[in-house]
């Protein structure tokens, strides 16, 4: 198995780079983006919520080891609950690597940071500049690091500008053209003038799914096609659709049960391109969802695997 799971990780390798340098020595944009959009094929994993240890540190062995027992093949690294996040990532990375455990970064924006919250996404805060220089230095030297998103992207349009964002991203593409961006957005932001201004730029959406063309909430599961439909038909069809699922408690919205956290996460799996669970669960303090996602984890680990 272990040999598989191997040979698996060195065909997505070989496939980026194919992909990369096929064609002509310099290949478009259109070019690159598709390999971007390629190495997040088959996305399923969890995002937030890392253990940590008595000190505040992220606990980077327990969560590869409770990854590894999942077979997810991502993590969405959230950069913000403590001034050593960026540190402990650094540390995550190779350790992920080895297990064939992709990774993307989170970073909060204005909207979360001071003074509206306690903290920044440490050590560059509102400096989105730098971190696209930074993030891109770090998946030179390691390419399981294949995307950045930033939360609550849509909320804070007056400072991510199309003109803004098309810089940050030049920082970080002229250092690691292979590096995709991938915001977090909600269904209700996604109108047509916002995919018109962005869509260019994204190489995914990260979408949480909280049935906000009905009665927005976190027990009806039935919209999850059509709303990933309507953003496909918004962004087009090549745009990558994560479905982020609420295992945890929304801070406005009920609590999600089991059986919604699995019933989300088949729609999405069938629908969209991939699947994030918000966030990381705890074998012990959340066993029922914990087992849901394992269980689903596993019929597609071993999916992928066969193709």
């Not at 997040?40 to 890392?50: C, I, S």
Request: charge should be positive; proline fraction near 6%; charged fraction near 20%.
């Amino acid at each position: 198995m272990a040999m598989l799971r191997r040979s698996n990780w060195l065909c997505f390798v070989c496939l980026t780079t194919v992909l990369f340098l096929a064609g002509c020595a310099s290949p478009s944009e259109s070019d690159v983006q598709s390999v971007r959009r390629a190495r997040l094929k088959d996305t399923f994993g969890t995002y937030n919520a890392a253990p940590r240890r008595a000190d505040g540190r992220v606990d980077v062995d327990r969560l590869v080891r409770e990854l590894a027992a999942l077979r997810a093949n991502t993590y969405n690294f959230l950069i913000w609950h403590a001034a050593t996040d960026w540190d402990d990532l650094k540390l995550f990375l190779p350790r992920a690597a080895a297990q064939q455990i992709r990774v993307w970064i989170t970073l909060v924006p204005p909207s979360e940071s001071p003074p509206h919250a306690q903290k920044y996404s440490e050590p560059f805060r509102l400096d989105y500049i730098r971190w696209a220089q930074e993030i891109a230095q770090l998946t030179v030297v390691h390419p399981n690091l294949v995307a950045w998103s930033i939360d609550d992207f849509a909320h804070n349009l007056k400072v991510y500008t199309p003109e803004q964002t098309a810089e940050m991203l030049a920082v970080a593409r002229r250092i690691a053209p292979r590096l995709a961006f991938v915001p977090c957005v909600y269904y209700r932001q996604c109108r047509p003038e916002f995919a018109q201004a962005y869509g260019a730029l994204f190489d995914g959406l990260l979408f949480p799914y909280r049935n906000e063309s009905g009665q927005m909430n976190l027990t009806d599961t039935a919209a999850v096609p059509s709303e990933v439909a309507q953003l496909k038909e918004r962004f087009g069809v090549d745009m990558p659709i994560f479905v982020d699922v609420y295992a945890t408690k929304h801070s406005r919205l009920n609590d999600s049960s089991p059986a919604y956290v699995e019933q989300v996460m088949r729609l999405a799996r069938s629908s969209a391109d991939g699947v994030l669970i918000y966030c990381h669960q705890n074998p012990t303090g959340s066993p029922a969802k914990h087992q849901v996602i394992q269980q689903l984890f596993h019929e597609w680990a071993t999916t992928v695997r066969s193709r």
